[in-house]
């Protein structure tokens, strides 16, 4: 998709040249096929799994990101920026200021997610969520070794957001709320979910 876009832009340059007398003719420029990408969605049953077995170890911190992240559909990148200054408990929001597509959003906090959000402001931190991917990583791997699932590629963190997402289409959730909601720049992303609909 990112070879795509970046050929995008250059038949695109190469089309104002011809436009402006610089060049005879724009040479075709052949697309790469892309694949629909993940689509690996945390059953309920595998969700209350990862997060027991976290807490079990311990690891009350992944059991939280692993919550929030099931239930807002944020980006880890989102998560790991938030401040208090982010939250909203009158309005019942979380504000995404800095995401992949640069336009800000509100994003709903669900009953669970409030419990924890308001754990996290009380601590004082620069950040709600100190960490980055890397600390996930091992944790992450653990259990999915505890849970046999080691061989399934698409079983990643990420893919809380896509869970999310589907979640919210079997309930009814109108598409372009969902495309809001996620922060897609456009509703090609979110058409991806429209066969749950």
């Known amino acids: 998709g990112?070879?795509?876009?970046?050929?995008?832009?250059?038949?695109?340059?190469?089309?104002?040249?011809?436009?402006k007398g610089r060049l005879k003719h724009r040479p075709k420029i052949e697309r790469k096929r892309?694949?629909?990408?993940?689509?690996?969605?945390?059953?309920?049953?595998?969700?209350?799994?990862?997060?027991h077995t976290f807490q079990?170890?311990?690891l009350e911190e992944q059991s939280a990101v692993v919550q929030v992240l099931v239930d807002t559909?944020?980006?880890?990148?989102?998560?790991?920026?938030?401040?208090a200054n982010d939250l909203n408990f009158s309005s019942n929001l979380i504000h995404v200021w800095e995401s992949?597509?640069?336009?800000?959003?509100?994003?709903?906090?669900?009953?669970?997610?409030q419990t924890i959000m308001r754990k996290r402001?009380?601590?004082k931190s620069a950040v709600l969520f100190p960490y980055d991917n890397h600390w996930m990583r091992g944790p992450w791997e653990r259990v999915k070794r505890h849970l046999g699932l080691s061989d399934d590629n698409e079983f990643v963190v990420y893919a809380f957001r896509h869970t999310c997402?589907?979640?919210?289409?079997?309930?009814g959730v109108h598409l372009l709320y969902v495309q809001e909601w996620l922060g897609h720049s456009s509703n090609t992303m979110t058409k991806r979910y429209a066969h749950l609909c």
Do not use: C, F, H, Y
């Not at 990112?2 to 436009?19: F, H, I, Y």
């Not at 892309?34 to 997060?51: F, H, Q």
């Not at 559909?73 to 401040?83: A, V, Y």
């Open 2 to 19: 990112t070879v795509n876009r970046q050929l995008s832009a250059l038949s695109k340059m190469l089309q104002v040249g011809v436009d």
């Open 34 to 51: 892309e694949s629909p990408g993940r689509r690996r969605v945390i059953s309920e049953t595998e969700e209350a799994e990862i997060i």
């Open 56 to 58: 079990q170890w311990g």
């Open 73 to 83: 559909g944020l980006r880890p990148s989102e998560l790991w920026r938030l401040t």
């Open 100 to 113: 992949k597509t640069d336009v800000p959003r509100g994003v709903p906090m669900t009953e669970r997610v």
């Open 121 to 123: 402001q009380a601590i």
């Open 165 to 171: 997402a589907s979640r919210l289409v079997q309930r």
